[in-house]
């Protein structure tokens, strides 16, 4: 158990947590994500697919930390997979979109793109430092160089097709589509992601994605103290309940580090506990529900994770 902490001290250990990766590490990271677009370059057949290679996760949003433990890309084939809500009319919708069939399974794709990417991965890190075992990523071991693990998701563009009754169109979400070795989809959603956090950032004075990093590193702490379980409490949980909070919860000026992360926990238990929200609430990217049942985290996981959280910023 970690010991407790003065309020001068817990100040000292937040500016330090706020902090993103230094330069040397944004170097690393970066050098390492070359090593994985020049690897798989090199292969016909995912250049002749258009398949292209792009950052995501914490990396992507700036909400990395010192040290995290791994770096997220994503093989991006350019064939859409499509979805529609419940009021569209889908042959329609596909007239005036202009939408047609490939002709080949989004389960081949993939199975044939991640067997190109093992293949070139393996030829060049060798196959020691190649994890296919994962359902959605590939994971390539951490390089001499490089500070972290690689994760490689094989993924396609999504579009969400919704009809809009007060505009009399049809309205597409562009987004990401994971499909992983057991058919099942993760959908994404990283443009709008990456633009809300940005407009968050700036009207926060700068303070959210810090107090992002802050949560992700009191997170850590807790995970080895045995206070919650590894996995409970996901990055991307924690960020999507961070940009939750109202920004003047960020901008109040009395504040010192340790109050202004206590009121943000305050105020995500007090959202957490409304059933409304609860039931509406989005996630960063404000598209996909952030406690829809597909979801790999609970609202009970969410308030487990806070109410820690303020334990120990108060023990």
């Known amino acids: 158990m970690a010991k407790a902490r003065s309020r001068s ?8 947590w706020e902090r993103p990766a ?6 690393q990271i970066e050098r390492a994500a070359n090593m994985v677009r020049n690897a798989l370059s090199s292969n016909k057949r995912l250049t002749d697919e258009g398949i292209t290679i792009h950052p995501q996760g914490s990396y992507y949003n700036n909400t990395n930390v010192r040290r995290e433990s791994d770096i997220d890309l994503r093989a991006i084939h350019p064939c859409i997979k499509l979805e529609y809500a419940s009021n569209v009319d889908v042959d329609t919708a596909r007239t005036v979109l202009g939408i ?5 399974t989004y389960s081949d794709i993939a199975q044939e793109m991640r067997g190109n990417i093992i293949i070139e991965l393996t030829k060049k890190f060798g196959i020691v430092n190649i994890d296919a075992s994962g359902k959605k990523a590939i994971r390539l071991k951490k390089q001499y160089g490089t500070r972290a693990d690689l994760d490689i998701a094989t993924s396609f563009n999504y579009h969400w097709v919704v009809w809009n009754s007060y505009t009399n169109n049809y309205i ?3 987004g990401i589509a994971i499909l992983a070795t057991d058919n099942t989809w993760t959908y994404n959603f990283p443009t709008h992601h990456h633009r809300n956090g940005i407009a968050k950032r700036a009207r926060t004075r700068h303070r959210f994605k810090k107090n992002v990093r802050i949560l ?5 702490e807790l995970v080895k103290s045995y206070q919650l379980r590894q996995k409970q409490a996901p990055s991307f949980l924690i960020e999507s309940l961070t940009y939750a909070v109202e920004d003047e919860y960020f901008l109040v000026e009395s504040d010192d580090r340790y109050y202004r992360v206590l009121r943000i926990l305050y105020r995500i238990i007090e959202r957490l506990n409304d059933p409304s929200f609860v039931r509406n609430g989005k996630e960063i990217n404000d598209i996909k529900y952030l406690f829809h049942p597909v979801q790999p985290w609970s609202i009970f996981d969410a308030k487990a994770f806070v109410l ?3 334990k120990r910023l108060e023990d």
């Open 308 to 310: 820690a959280a303020i």
């Open 100 to 104: 047609y069939d490939t002709g080949r």
């Open 9 to 16: 001290s817990w100040n000292d250990r937040l500016t330090h």
């Open 172 to 174: 597409v979400y562009k």
């Open 216 to 220: 992700k590193r009191l997170r850590d």
């Open 22 to 27: 230094s330069d040397s590490e944004e170097q």
